[in-house]
């Protein structure tokens, strides 16, 4: 069957790609695929340096299992217009279902600690090279993931023990790396 593209656009609209079946095998391969259909891997490639990765994924999302350890989730109101709130326990996706996210961000964004090419905002390249931080970026996975599933147990327990594994490993690092002269 032969795939092809039609571009639709319409006032104030941008266009939008709608695939059209005419009957016949595609001549080309699907786009960021390879003949055959399996998917072609893409090189990771770095957008920011580690202090945007720590203040836009990591703080914020720390911030919210921290904040499930006083507040349960269960009992935070959405906000008026939760599709538009920037707390994400008020937010369309809030309460425990935020805090599953942040954990899940939090393992996530360990992937991306370990991405060659990482800079500090100093300049300096991240030390994924190091031992001890390969060591702390998979104990950070591990906390991400201990507090997805304490966060769909719905258990604050649990939660106050996830985060305590995030601050923990979170602290070690920032010991090492952030907290001297010549920082990372």
């Known amino acids: 069957m032969r795939v092809r593209q039609v571009l639709l656009a319409g006032v104030g609209c ?15 391969p699907a786009r960021g695929r390879a003949a055959g259909g399996a998917a072609q891997a893409q090189p990771a490639r770095v957008q920011g340096n580690l ?4 203040r836009g994924i990591l703080y914020p999302a720390s911030n919210v299992i921290f904040a499930a350890q006083s507040d349960d989730p269960a009992a935070i109101k959405p906000a008026a217009d ?3 709130s920037p707390n994400p326990l008020t937010s369309a996706y809030g309460g425990w279902t935020a805090v599953e996210n ?3 961000a939090i393992a996530e964004a360990a992937n991306l600690l ?15 090279q190091n031992a001890d931080w390969r060591t702390w970026v998979q104990e950070l996975r591990g906390a991400g993931m201990a507090t997805y599933k304490a966060a769909q147990s719905k ?9 305590g594994a995030v601050s923990e490993v979170c602290q ?12 990372c």
Request: proline fraction near 7%; include cysteine.
């Open 82 to 84: 939760a599709s538009t």
């Open 114 to 128: 370990t991405i060659p090419g990482r800079m500090c905002a100093n300049g300096k390249p991240a030390p994924i």
């Open 155 to 163: 258990n604050q327990d649990m939660i106050i023990e996830a985060a």
């Open 14 to 28: 941008a266009a939008i790609g709608v695939l059209v079946a005419t009957g016949i095998h595609a001549q080309q």
């Open 51 to 54: 202090l945007q990765v720590m």
């Open 102 to 104: 942040a954990g899940i």
């Open 172 to 183: 070690y690092c920032h010991d090492k790396y952030r907290e001297v002269p010549n920082r």
